[in-house]
């Protein structure tokens, strides 16, 4: 889709945009070079097809954040596909107290998944958030970006950052993450169908105040299932903006979460028993104050 967009171009919307599709221009090598059909006016189409050679080095070099900056906010979901290898889909949880400090973050991305603790190795997330220039997030850049700020001092900033919420909502796609995945029909195994925020935060003080490993393993498995079902939502929401937009032979293979149950299945194993999920959260909803 990167290539399909002329909103790159100063003075180039979606209007614009969608009149160059119309007439045939609908790739930037579509665009016409000096000398011939005027495309957008005598005046804008040499700085047009300058912009357009930078964006070509651009991607050829690999640079999302120069394309980033090039391309308005609203339509950065269009470089999803082609830089969606190097993007990490990440999730916190937090103790629920006025400070809101971070107790657990999963990282999902093209080599597999990663866990930060509390009290464990939490202090390595900023390092581990460092390597991946696309950031993907639900509501990130409202919520967990700014907890992470807080907590950490100083924190790396990604070349893009894709907070699914907002392209969603442009996508008329509205509710929040668990809404979205029973909409889309990718929702979560029924133990954890009706687990939310506030939960996390019990098994987060059923672990800090009487160790239960089982709340460890059930915040962490929560927490994952945050991060990998991201994966699902962004490549959906891909497809359904470029099917949208008249491009649907850019749609990208679905991610399907099967293909990493048995690496969470190991993982999960390492922390402790599992087994009365719904058990577990029903007592600590009796036992434990808000």
Not at 248 to 258: Q, T
Request: with cysteine; glycine share 10%.
């Amino acid at each position: 889709m990167i290539r399909n967009t002329f909103q790159l171009i100063p003075g180039v919307g979606p209007s614009r945009e969608r009149d160059l599709w119309g007439q045939g221009i609908r790739h930037w090598d579509h665009f016409p070079g000096d000398g011939g059909e005027i495309a957008l006016s005598k005046r804008q189409d040499p700085g047009a097809r300058e912009h357009l050679n930078r964006a070509r080095q651009s991607l050829a070099a690999g640079d999302l954040g120069a394309l980033a900056q090039a391309l308005p906010q609203r339509e950065h979901w269009r470089l999803y596909r082609e830089f969606s290898e190097q993007a990490v889909f990440f999730d916190i949880e937090t103790d629920g107290r006025q400070a809101m400090a971070p107790t657990a973050v999963s990282l999902f991305h093209a080599r597999g998944f990663e866990v930060f603790l509390q009290g464990r190795n939490l202090d390595e997330l900023p390092q581990a958030l460092a390597r991946f220039p696309m950031w993907v997030s639900f509501n990130g850049s409202v919520f967990d970006v700014p907890v992470l700020q807080a907590h950490f001092g100083e924190l790396p900033r990604p070349a893009l950052h894709l907070d699914l919420r907002f392209v969603c909502r442009r996508l008329g796609m509205r509710g929040g993450l668990k809404h979205l995945e029973e909409a889309l029909g990718f929702g979560r195994p029924p133990h954890l169908k009706g687990v939310g925020g506030m939960d996390a935060v019990l098994l987060w003080r059923a672990w800090r105040d009487g160790k239960e490993l089982a709340a460890l393993r059930f915040l962490v498995e929560y927490n994952l299932y945050d991060s990998i079902q991201l994966r699902t939502l962004a490549d959906r929401a891909f497809n359904h903006a470029a099917q949208s937009l008249g491009f649907a032979e850019h749609s990208m293979p679905v991610f399907e979460r099967g293909d990493v149950l048995y690496d969470i299945s190991r993982y999960l194993l390492s922390l402790g028993p599992g087994g009365g999920e719904a058990e577990l959260i029903e007592r600590l909803r009796t036992e434990i104050a808000p």
